[in-house]
């Protein structure tokens, strides 16, 4: 913790006034007492900023006491109830509304930081999953410990600070602090990943966290380094948003990589968590492919619109009338939705398909609706209309319109994500080689 407190002494300036995301927990606590005990040095003004997901029974007990020790420190507090989710993946939703929160009380009070508790095991966790899924060379580095973004800056002091050390400042200090529950829900893959791969990593190196820490500014120095080189060709082949296709297909194969993962960092920022190595397989084949006109949709909305010889990548206000992405190892969804293809799972419901390939026609595409699909149901005689199931399970006519279909190479159907499965589907006690996942 020492490092932190240093790192912060010599950041923040006298008079700055900080935003501190602050959800109770006993990171944010700790980080919430640091800025307390340093305030008076630094005159700092502190301002909590706190969210309340509504999603637990404690969470409003839990926004009253992060209240009641700001009240106790004489602390702006704040605080932003979520009243209502839409159907979009729950964590991408509640980071975006998140933020833009977090925007609306720095822009308030004319801060000049967000500071957030992310901490050495949250960096480990978000390497690990990016290598599993795959990423950007910026991707893989995890997350920064500082960036310029909206008029603003975010600093995360704790990344290179392990859970452990924070568990002993709290006990030493004696800060109190709540703990949520679902954090050890193993439905939730970050929950995974630290309960069964970051534990035992950590058995092997108590430290391991500084060699993720260090592994992580390397590759953002490199990232940097190379970024440098591909800056210089952007300018003559990436203007004004739009990519120009003939010169960009003149490059080496990595440079065109890394122009593509250029560009969709620009876009997405801090949200690299929802782009894979995947989505610039996509973009390649947009480019390649014969049709002059042409699109696809990458996650939250974004559409890339190919234009004869020009690639642009927008912010689309509609969801997509029509989709067809050839399936590997993840597809995420307009809708901010997933379906992916997992090693194990328990779960036997309507959201988990078994597949056997050798009974299938690959690859595997996930499209949305076609006038006149047909599925022959698990247990049922005969094939019953898309349609008729969506009426069956009430499904709304705009939701029918973007929702997933996954289909063989030949066009058969083969699963409706969290609605029914085929005859296809295998139980956990038959024979299969594939598990696919809808989230």
């Known amino acids: 913790m020492k490092e932190a407190i240093r790192y912060l002494k010599e950041t923040l300036e006298y008079g700055d006034t900080v935003v501190?995301?602050?959800?109770?927990?006993?990171?944010?606590?700790?980080?919430?007492?640091?800025?307390?005990?340093?305030?008076?040095?630094?005159?700092?003004?502190?301002?909590?900023?706190h969210v309340n997901h509504n999603l637990r029974t404690e969470s409003d007990a839990e926004s009253m006491f992060v209240e009641s020790f700001c009240k106790k420190h004489t602390i702006d507090f704040s605080v932003f109830k979520i009243e209502e989710y839409g159907d979009d993946n729950f964590h991408n939703e509640a980071r975006t509304l998140r933020y833009k929160y977090f925007k609306k009380i720095i822009q308030k009070y004319n801060a000049?930081?967000?500071?957030?508790?992310?901490?050495?095991?949250?960096?480990?966790?978000?390497?690990?999953?990016?290598?599993?899924?795959?990423?950007?060379?910026?991707?893989?580095?995890?997350?920064s410990k500082r960036i310029a973004i909206d008029g603003y800056t975010i600093l995360r002091?704790?990344?290179?600070?392990?859970?452990?050390?924070?568990?002993?400042?709290?006990?030493?200090?004696?800060?109190?602090?709540?703990?949520?529950?679902?954090?050890?829900?193993?439905?939730?893959?970050?929950?995974?990943?630290?309960?069964?791969?970051?534990?035992?990593?950590?058995?092997?190196?108590?430290?391991?966290?500084?060699?993720?820490?260090?592994?992580?500014?390397?590759?953002?120095?490199?990232?940097?380094?190379?970024?440098?080189?591909?800056?210089?060709?952007?300018?003559?082949?990436?203007?004004?948003?739009?990519?120009?296709?003939?010169?960009?297909?003149?490059e080496e194969k990595i440079i065109q990589d890394k122009i593509l993962y250029n560009i969709l960092e620009q876009v997405y920022q801090d949200d690299l968590?929802?782009?894979?190595?995947?989505?610039?397989?996509?973009?390649?084949?947009?480019?390649?492919s014969d049709k002059p006109n042409s699109y696809i949709y990458l996650p939250n909305q974004i559409k890339a619109i190919k234009a004869y010889n020009t690639l642009t990548l927008t912010k689309s206000e509609q969801e997509p009338s029509e989709y067809n992405i050839e399936f590997s190892q993840i597809v995420n969804?307009?809708?901010?939705?997933?379906?992916?293809?997992?090693?194990?799972?328990?779960?036997?419901?309507?959201?988990?398909?078994?597949?056997?390939?050798?009974?299938?026609?690959?690859?595997?595409?996930?499209?949305?609706?076609?006038?006149g699909d047909k599925m022959t149901v698990k247990g049922m005689l005969g094939r019953k209309k898309i349609n008729d199931i969506f009426i069956d399970n009430k499904i709304e006519i705009n939701d029918r319109k973007k929702w997933p279909v996954v289909v063989d190479s030949t066009g058969t159907i083969v699963w409706l994500p969290g609605l029914k499965k085929s005859k296809f589907n295998k139980t956990k006690e038959e024979k299969y080689d594939i598990i696919l996942r809808y989230y």
Do not use: W
């Open 333 to 371: 969804l307009a809708d901010g939705k997933n379906i992916e293809k997992v090693k194990q799972c328990e779960e036997d419901t309507n959201d988990v398909c078994r597949l056997l390939m050798s009974e299938l026609n690959m690859p595997l595409y996930v499209r949305n609706r076609r006038e």
């Open 20 to 49: 501190v995301g602050v959800s109770g927990g006993p990171d944010s606590m700790a980080l919430l007492n640091i800025l307390v005990e340093m305030r008076q040095e630094k005159e700092l003004n502190v301002v909590c900023a």
């Open 112 to 143: 000049k930081y967000l500071l957030t508790a992310h901490h050495g095991d949250d960096l480990m966790e978000t390497i690990l999953m990016r290598i599993v899924r795959g990423s950007t060379l910026r991707g893989y580095s995890g997350f």
């Open 273 to 288: 968590m929802l782009i894979t190595d995947e989505h610039v397989q996509l973009l390649k084949k947009l480019i390649s």
């Open 157 to 250: 002091p704790l990344i290179n600070v392990s859970k452990e050390e924070i568990i002993k400042y709290n006990k030493k200090r004696g800060i109190t602090y709540v703990t949520d529950g679902s954090n050890e829900a193993d439905v939730y893959t970050r929950n995974r990943f630290r309960k069964y791969i970051v534990a035992n990593l950590k058995k092997e190196d108590p430290q391991v966290h500084q060699k993720f820490y260090k592994f992580s500014q390397n590759l953002q120095e490199y990232n940097n380094y190379i970024d440098k080189l591909v800056a210089m060709k952007l300018k003559r082949i990436y203007v004004q948003n739009t990519l120009d296709i003939e010169q960009f297909l003149e």
